[in-house]
């Protein structure tokens, strides 16, 4: 005798999708910097360039936000490169500027920057100018987070992210006037042992 057996009606099930990552500001006050440079011949077999050149600039500071982090040590790297420059950029896809990482000893960040923007970058520390570095991307997942921008100013406004310490605006110190340019805002994607000034005290270090 057969068995009729009714179709098994199938579920679908949804997809769920996956949440926004948070987006954040980081603030960083600066307190020392670091360059080194390096030239040499390329020893690979068929190199592209018979040169290899690598120049790189760190910044060193506290986060001031966010908080609740084990540490509020900073070391940022800024890697030139000539791919990021204007006329070579628009054929590029990015995924993030740049990226954080928590380690044992503080947060460390590698940012790539137009080559044409060291110049006035290093010109503004060396004067011990730049006091600030705001990097906006996603709250750390699994230690590490992603980065969309990057600026470098020589004070803070009441429009930028404050640190609680300065729930009633910016201290004077940081809303100081001063002639020149006071930001440079970069876009794109070895510690090295060069001399450098501080920028809060502006003296070689």
Known sequence: ?????????????????????????????????????SFSLNMERQPIDPYHEFRHLQIAGRLMTPTGLKTDRVEISLLPSPELVEEKRKELTPIALGSLSLGPDGVLGNIGIP??????????????????????????RHRSAKLNSLRLETKLTEDDPLPEEWAGGPPAAGLQDSPGPEKIEV???VRGAGKGRSAAEGREV
Do not use: C, S
């Open 115 to 140: 080559w044409d923007a060291l110049t006035p970058i290093l010109q503004m520390l060396i004067a011990g100018r730049f006091r600030f570095v705001l990097m906006r991307g996603a709250r750390f």
């Open 1 to 37: 005798m057969a068995v009729d057996t009714k179709p098994v009606k199938r579920v679908k099930r949804k997809r769920r999708r996956k949440p926004r990552e948070e987006i954040v500001d980081y603030v960083v006050e600066i307190d020392g910097w670091d360059w080194g440079y």
């Open 187 to 189: 876009g794109g994607v």
